[in-house]
């Protein structure tokens, strides 16, 4: 699978393969981190699928793609989409890692979509609502930090192999205006309207048929399944275990199996 680092609507990328009768894959990474977070699961996909048609980006302000004066959730997306109108993608499989998974489920809900695999990233805020926006004031502060570093600390990355410990550690940009920016929905929305808004999503990608996958990194609570599959009754979840919240970087083969799948009729892993 050779590689090429292009631009598409103003995202850095890496794209690979060709073009042909299977559908596009787009890999959307996690908030501070960039596109080589993918560089295993891009490994096993070149070895499973030769040639596959893939692109890796760039976030707005990650990596080597240019910041924004704002990174609301809903115009990311739309990036994202002139991205991949630019890269000449038709119905992609979008693939996202944590923020990356709401913004690929935003993006179905709006964009022309093949499939979508989320990966570790509830819909649901939950407790994690609750401790951004209690420690909204120390977001806001030179001391930012700590509230990243509190979060990294229950990730689980001890789990990982080492090599993804450290590409977990290192290819990270924690900037402050990324956090806020990124983050600004869940600091300023109420629980029942952020919900609401991922229902009317997810009602969307129901309402066309598009296959939802979530692999998550530990069985999701018995609410949260419940929850996701009173929603999309055909939710594929899957749980690959041992990387905490990477899963994409504890069992990149398996993942690469799976995002393979969706849009083809060929089975996953389950």
Same mark, same amino acid.
């Given at each position: 699978?050779?590689?090429?680092?292009?631009?598409?609507?103003?995202?850095?990328?890496?794209?690979?393969?060709?073009?042909?009768?299977?559908?596009?894959?787009?890999?959307?990474?996690?908030?501070?981190?960039?596109? &080589?977070?993918? %560089?295993?699961? /891009?490994?096993?996909? #070149? +070895?499973?699928? @030769?040639? !596959?048609? =893939?692109?890796?980006? $760039?976030?707005?302000?990650?990596?080597?793609?240019?910041?924004?004066?704002?990174?609301?959730?809903?115009?990311?997306?739309?990036?994202?989409?002139?991205?991949?109108?630019?890269?000449?993608?038709?119905?992609?499989?979008?693939?996202?890692? &944590?923020?990356? %998974?709401?913004? /690929?489920?935003?993006? #179905? +809900?709006?964009? @022309?979509? !093949?499939? =979508?695999?989320?990966? $570790?990233?509830?819909?649901?805020?939950?407790?994690?609502?609750?401790?951004?926006?209690?420690?909204?004031?120390?977001?806001?502060?030179?001391?930012?930090?700590?509230?990243?570093?509190?979060?990294?600390?229950?990730?689980?990355?001890?789990?990982?192999?080492?090599?993804?410990?450290?590409?977990?550690?290192? +290819?990270?940009? @924690?900037?402050?205006?990324?956090?806020?920016?990124?983050?600004?929905?869940?600091?300023?929305?109420?629980?029942?309207?952020?919900?609401?808004?991922?229902?009317?999503?997810?009602?969307?990608?129901?309402?066309?048929?598009?296959?939802?996958?979530?692999?998550?990194?530990?069985?999701?609570?018995?609410?949260?399944?419940?929850?996701?599959?009173?929603?999309?009754?055909?939710?594929?979840?899957?749980?690959?275990?041992?990387?905490?919240?990477?899963?994409?970087?504890?069992?990149?083969?398996?993942?690469?199996?799976?995002?393979?799948?969706?849009?083809?009729?060929?089975?996953?892993?389950?």
């Amino acid at each position: 699978m050779g590689d090429a680092q292009r631009r598409f609507g103003g995202l850095a990328a890496d794209s690979y393969g060709a073009d042909g009768g299977r559908p596009p894959l787009v890999l959307v990474h996690g908030l501070t981190y960039d596109r &080589s977070q993918w %560089g295993p699961t /891009v490994r096993e996909l #070149a +070895a499973l699928d @030769p040639d !596959r048609r =893939v692109l890796a980006l $760039d976030l707005p302000g990650h990596g080597e793609s240019a910041g924004r004066d704002t990174y609301q959730v809903g115009d990311v997306a739309d990036a994202i989409h002139e991205a991949v109108t630019e890269a000449g993608l038709d119905r992609p499989v979008m693939a996202g890692h &944590s923020i990356g %998974g709401a913004l /690929v489920t935003i993006y #179905a +809900a709006r964009h @022309p979509t !093949r499939g =979508v695999v989320n990966v $570790d990233q509830p819909l649901l805020l939950g407790p994690f609502g609750e401790l951004l926006r209690r420690n909204e004031p120390v977001l806001r502060s030179a001391e930012y930090l700590q509230v990243w570093e509190s979060l990294l600390a229950g990730m689980g990355i001890d789990q990982l192999p080492p090599a993804a410990q450290e590409l977990v550690r290192t +290819a990270t940009t @924690p900037r402050q205006d990324l956090l806020l920016g990124y983050w600004n929905e869940i600091l300023v929305t109420a629980d029942e309207a952020f919900v609401a808004q991922r229902v009317r999503e997810l009602e969307r990608i129901r309402s066309l048929g598009i296959p939802y996958h979530y692999v998550a990194g530990s069985e999701p609570s018995p609410r949260y399944r419940q929850w996701l599959e009173s929603v999309l009754p055909d939710v594929s979840i899957d749980v690959l275990p041992g990387g905490g919240h990477f899963p994409h970087l504890a069992d990149p083969a398996a993942l690469a199996r799976i995002i393979a799948s969706v849009g083809t009729g060929t089975p996953g892993v389950r």
